[in-house]
C-alpha cells in the first residue's frame, strides 16, 4: 500500500493556525460564527466551513499548566468506515484516489444520512455544509494532483506538518520518534498503521483531543450502537425484498 501521507509532529506545532487559515483560504470556505468561549481555540469545533482546526487543551500537570496544541483534520483512513457508510446509501459518493489513497466526498454524499456517516467516522470529522453534503478535508487533492503539497503543509513555518510519499513519511515519523524517546517516554504515533495522516504526541493522546486516537480501529463495524448501518441496511434489503 503506497500513495501519501501526513506526518504532524505536534512537538513542533506553536498553533500558530497558519494552517487553519490555509484550509479555508485553500477551499474557499466561508466564516464560522463564533464567540469567545474562554479558549484560543477558534472556532470551538469543526464545521461545514472549516476542515481544519488546531485545538487546544490546557492541561494542569503537578501544579503547572500546560498547553496541548492538535491541528485536527480527516486522517484518510486506508480503510474509511465513511465510506462504507456513505456509499451503502449512494454509488460513487466517495472517492478514494488510487495514486495518493485521499478519501475525497462528492457532492452526492447529501443522499447518505449525515448522523450516520458521522456516527461511522472513529474520529468525528465529517461535518454537513449549508447544501446538506458531508464535507471534510480532501488532502488537497486537486493541488497535490498538480505536482503540489497540501495548502496547510504548505503555509507550515515550523515544519510541524510533512507530506510526501507514504513509506518516506513513515520513516520519517519513526525516525523523530525515536529522537524524543528519551526526553518523552510516553511519545508515540496516533494509529500510524491504519491512517494516512500520522500525529507524533508526546503525552497521553487525550491530553490533546478525546478523538485524538480512534474510538474503535478504522476498518472495523461501527456507527451508533443498536442502528443499522448503510451497507447493512442494503444488505438486508436485498435478501428480504425490503
Known amino acids: ?7 504532524i509532529d505536534t512537538t513542533r506545532c506553536t498553533a500558530c ?3 487553519q487559515i490555509a484550509c479555508k483560504n485553500w477551499n474557499q470556505n466561508g466564516v464560522s460564527a463564533t464567540k469567545n468561549t474562554g479558549s484560543h481555540q477558534n472556532p470551538p469545533d469543526l464545521d461545514g466551513n472549516t476542515f481544519k482546526l488546531v485545538r487546544f487543551n490546557e492541561v ?5 499548566i500546560g498547553w496541548y496544541f492538535f491541528p485536527d483534520q480527516c ?4 480503510d474509511p468506515p465513511c465510506k462504507d457508510t456513505i456509499e451503502g446509501y449512494v454509488n460513487d459518493s466517495v472517492i478514494q484516489d488510487k495514486s495518493t489513497g485521499a478519501v ?5 454524499t447529501k443522499e447518505a444520512p449525515f448522523d450516520e456517516v458521522k456516527s461511522s467516522c472513529p474520529y468525528d470529522i465529517p461535518r454537513q455544509n449549508a447544501r446538506a453534503q458531508s464535507v471534510k478535508c480532501t ?5 497535490i494532483s498538480n505536482g503540489l503539497i497540501p495548502a496547510c503543509v504548505k503555509v507550515c513555518p515550523t515544519s ?3 507530506f510526501g510519499e507514504r513509506d518516506d513519511i513513515l520513516k520519517q515519523a519513526g525516525e523523530r520518534l525515536a529522537a524524543i524517546k528519551q526526553k518523552y517516554p510516553k511519545a508515540q504515533l496516533l494509529d500510524a498503521d491504519q491512517v494516512r495522516v500520522i500525529y507524533l504526541v508526546t503525552d497521553d493522546p487525550k491530553k490533546y483531543h478525546k478523538n485524538a486516537v480512534a474510538s474503535v ?4 463495524g461501527r456507527g451508533a450502537p443498536g442502528k443499522l448501518t448503510g451497507p447493512i441496511k442494503r444488505i438486508l434489503g436485498t435478501v428480504l425484498g425490503a
Do not use: Q, W
Request: glycine share 12%.
Open 17 to 19: 493556525r497558519g494552517c
Open 217 to 220: 480501529m478504522p476498518g472495523v
Open 160 to 162: 510541524a506538518m510533512n
Open 60 to 64: 494542569e500537570t503537578d501544579g503547572k
Open 139 to 143: 488532502m488537497c487533492i486537486d493541488r
Open 104 to 108: 475525497v466526498y462528492t457532492e452526492k
Open 75 to 78: 486522517r484518510h483512513c486506508l
Open 1 to 7: 500500500m503506497a500513495g501519501k501521507s501526513i506526518f
